[in-house]
């Protein structure tokens, strides 16, 4: 633990070191502006604010050990070893400090640099938050040799703080009961909950955290003393590492503590994880910025030193950003004290100084790594010597992509059927399994804002194929240039060559895949996915890609007809028809051709009617874990992941 972030021992944490700045009757008046939504998302982020009170606490050096437990009664309770949140009284606010933090927006010690250095957690909301969507919250506090408890109901207080005991313990106790009128129909999940707390393990070395379900009895134990190299090793168990041992650097400059972890296996994807104060930010910033051009200008600086390039056609060669990142495995966590996100959302930071902060660290310290490692410097720039060929390979593809993507009608594909709306907002894209049925969609649509491609064939898998590979595939070219977006590089990225992908030019606000509804249509839809994540994530995470669903059955009587998108629905369906002699008749759909344009539109295009669904990233450690697991090139992890979910079928076409 950095000394920056411990509290020199003559500074006090007590009442008095909580600010107020006041308000809480608007959080439950409107619960998605503080967590998010009220739906499963929601409901699991109000673990993550009490449990990032007890990180916080473990940050500054206080604790070390913290229990999570789903109650049998629907309750969460989250124990830590701490200092336990302050009982005596504020005097400006004339209110124990445990009253405050509890009850008031924005009270805590957070605000407050001599008992917070570095903080997560919603600047301060959090705990006070999840109080006001409880029906039921409960404070135990143990500290100065006594047991404090406190209950409060919707996050109004409920009795007085009272001392029910003594203790040689420190710590705080949090047991609370959300409410259920809000986050209507939804329930905590084991392994969305144990996910992020092994992230935190991972990511705050020598925590242990004990995660257990009073209904099921599972219980898993989280201490991981290699950190983030473990974590690396954890995202990676899908891959063949080039390898064995990941690359740790640590170090701090201008009280900034910087923690990278970085492997390479022999997959042509990246993974890079970055965090700030553990906070997952998805969307890069400056701190990213600043591996990535270390990482480049360090390999490529070792390289030149070393003569292992040899000049093309008399010309010097350099690795470009996305050669020296083929095949990587990195997290990256830094602690900072004033951090600046960028939206909401906290997924991007902005802090300008960081990304020289991080490129002086890292820079130095690969350097010296190489230095001392030349054998493993060498496997690296081979690898990446490798993809620059590929990239080389593939330019004339991606100069043709780049060239075809401009709002010309005649430079589109021929067989996309754009719709006549201009706006990006209000235009959406079919992707459609098949000629058959993209012949349908393109009688049934709305030509005025809805446009159609058909793809023929599965896509190449963009898991498994290097990028000339997968820029001379005639699918994905075109859906690139149906896409107008671009492909290739990000806009963080340190060299301007590769980073032609502009969201802003994205003609289709609505990215829709529309396959059959059997076990063809599921893999065309999973390589797309898998091609999209890998290649265009922005796509992703800013909310453009949707999932059409089709229906399963079609059940007739007499003149009667009905659409059934599950079997639950068919049976109701059915048991609604029984009333008469006359026959039922019900047809299982196998293919969108199947349906004419008229059923296609009522069913699966019509906005009024259909069924859609977006795509989104709720686990990003999860996610990858997923898509290498399916598409990678290890075959026992795709067994045992297919394995363990056989028995969640209830659907298979053979």
Not at 15 to 29: C, M, N, P, Q, Y
Not at 165 to 191: A, C, L, Q
Not at 591 to 604: A, D, I, K, S, V
């Amino acid at each position: 633990m950095s000394e920056d972030n411990q509290i020199s021992s003559h500074q006090e944490y007590a009442a008095d070191s909580i600010t107020v700045l006041k308000g809480l009757e608007a959080v439950r008046k409107r619960p998605a502006m503080y967590i998010g939504d009220v739906g499963k998302k929601g409901l699991h982020h109000l673990v993550w604010e009490v449990v990032d009170n007890s990180i916080d606490e473990a940050m500054a050096g206080h604790c070390d050990t913290i229990y999570v437990t789903m109650l049998k009664d629907g309750g969460i309770s989250v124990e830590d070893n701490g200092r336990g949140i302050p009982v005596d009284i504020n005097k400006k606010e004339g209110k124990s400090g445990l009253e405050l933090v509890m009850t008031v927006l924005h009270a805590g010690g957070k605000f407050d640099k001599d008992s917070y250095k570095v903080s997560g957690g919603l600047h301060g909301v959090g705990v006070s938050v999840v109080n006001a969507l409880s029906r039921l919250c409960v404070a135990e506090i143990h500290r100065d040799g006594k047991i404090s408890t406190q209950s409060y109901e919707i996050g109004i207080t409920k009795n007085e703080l009272k001392e029910i005991g003594t203790t040689d313990k420190t710590g705080t106790i949090i047991r609370f009961y959300p409410d259920y009128e809000i986050f209507v129909g939804h329930k905590y999940n084991f392994d969305t909950i144990d996910e992020r707390l092994r992230e935190l393990a991972y990511l705050n070395s020598g925590i242990t955290i004990f995660f257990s379900d009073e209904n099921s009895d599972r219980k898993t134990k989280h201490f991981y003393e290699g950190g983030i190299s473990e974590f690396v090793i954890h995202l990676d168990q899908n891959h063949h590492p080039v390898f064995e041992t990941p690359i740790h650097i640590k170090g701090e400059k201008e009280g900034t503590p910087v923690d990278l972890a970085l492997r390479y296996n022999d997959s042509y994807t990246e993974t890079l994880l970055t965090f700030v104060n553990n906070i997952n930010t998805i969307e890069g910033g400056t701190h990213l910025a600043g591996f990535k051009s270390a990482l480049t200008r360090s390999l490529n600086q070792y390289a030149t030193k070393n003569k292992l390039f040899k000049p093309i056609k008399g010309k010097t060669f350099s690795l470009g950003g996305d050669d020296v990142r083929e095949g990587l495995t990195a997290v990256l966590s830094i602690k900072v004290q004033e951090p600046q996100f960028e939206g909401q959302t906290k997924t991007k930071l902005g802090n300008g100084e960081i990304k020289g902060i991080c490129d002086s660290i890292i820079m130095e310290s690969l350097s010296d790594f190489f230095e001392q490692n030349p054998n493993i410097a060498k496997q690296i720039i081979g690898k990446a010597e490798n993809a620059a060929r590929a990239r080389e390979a593939a330019r004339k593809a991606r100069e043709l992509v780049r060239r075809k993507n401009v709002l010309d009608i005649s430079a589109l594909p021929g067989k996309l059927a754009d719709c006549s709306e201009k706006d990006p907002a209000r235009s959406e894209i079919y992707l459609v399994e098949g000629d058959s049925a993209g012949g349908s969609a393109k009688q049934g649509r709305d030509r005025k804002f809805q446009a159609i491609l058909p793809l023929r064939g599965k896509v190449i898998n963009a898991e498994k194929a290097r990028i000339d590979k997968l820029l001379a595939n005639n699918e994905i070219q075109t859906i690139i240039t149906a896409l107008g977006a671009g492909f290739g590089g990000d806009s963080e990225s340190e060299e301007t060559s590769a980073g032609d992908f502009n969201i802003q030019k994205l003609r289709y606000h609505k990215i829709i895949i529309m396959t059959d509804a059997d076990v063809d249509g599921s893999h065309i839809r999973t390589l797309l996915l898998t091609f999209l994540y890998r290649k265009m994530p922005e796509l992703i995470t800013g909310g453009y890609v949707y999932i059409a669903q089709p229906p399963l059955y079609k059940l007739s009587k007499g003149k009667q007809e009905h659409y059934a998108f599950t079997d639950e629905q068919r049976d109701i369906i059915l048991e609604s028809l029984k009333v008469g002699d006359k026959k039922i008749d019900i047809a299982r759909y196998k293919g969108l051709g199947e349906m004419n344009p008229g059923q296609l539109w009522e069913t699966t295009m019509d906005p009024d009617t259909r069924t859609l669904y977006q795509v989104t990233i709720d686990d990003l450690v999860e996610t990858n874990l997923v898509f290498s697991k399916l598409m990678g090139e290890v075959v026992e992890s795709r067994r045992e992941f297919i394995v363990s979910k056989a028995k969640f079928v209830s659907n298979l076409d053979i």
